[in-house]
């Protein structure tokens, strides 16, 4: 996939983030995710508790499934996630989040278990697929699914290993060559 493929995914994200603190500029917001991953080092979490790192996990591993490429896990998008939380949601972006966890949870047990993580695969996709379609609410678990959806896609595709193993960017060039001939812009 070529790095124009990447720049399109990602300003695709700019209404599915409406976080304020992500560049609205494409190359601005690549940058910024970027630079977030680079922070991320061994960091462990810092907001999200245990129930809540699995929650976010398996569906950010739900969105981006490990297959024989790179899946959501190994490019770190749940610490990116809880990375976000922590140090760039307001309090009041950040509590209402948590809530949105919460309720996706307390969905699921309409489902037949207390835990999103425990439902069994056909009732995962039956719960993500009904988030999905409430994604514009302001508040509880369609909120919470949109900005898991939102900053797993922005996350995965701005990580280092997905740029370098699935979207081939080259991040150094082998040196200069001095015999490209130039060519004016008409």
């Known amino acids: 996939m070529p790095a124009m493929r990447r720049r399109e995914v990602v300003q695709f994200l700019g209404a599915a983030l409406a976080l304020s603190f992500v560049p609205r500029d494409v190359d601005a917001a690549i940058k910024f995710g970027e630079e977030l991953h680079l922070q991320l080092g061994d960091v462990p979490f810092r907001t999200l508790n245990r129930d ?3 929650l976010v996990t398996a569906i950010a ?3 981006i499934p490990e297959t ?7 490019a770190k998008v749940p610490e990116f996630i809880d990375l976000i939380v922590t140090d760039w949601m307001s309090d009041d972006e950040r509590a209402a989040f948590l809530v949105g966890l919460s309720d996706i949870d307390a969905r ?3 489902l037949g278990s207390p835990h999103f993580v425990d439902l069994p695969p056909e009732k995962k996709v039956e719960l993500l697929s009904a988030l999905d379609r409430a994604r514009a609410e302001k508040a509880g678990a369609g909120h919470a699914f949109a900005r898991i ?3 797993t ?8 290993r997905v740029e370098q193993e699935i979207l081939k ?6 040196g200069y060559q001095g015999n490209v001939p130039f060519t004016p812009a008409v």
Do not use: H, P
């Open 149 to 151: 959806k939102g900053l």
């Open 61 to 63: 591993e739900m969105i």
């Open 52 to 54: 809540q790192r699995l």
């Open 108 to 110: 699921s047990a309409t």
């Open 153 to 160: 896609v922005y996350g995965y595709f701005t990580s280092k």
């Open 68 to 74: 024989d490429t790179l899946g959501a896990t190994s």
């Open 169 to 174: 960017v080259r991040m150094f060039f082998n």
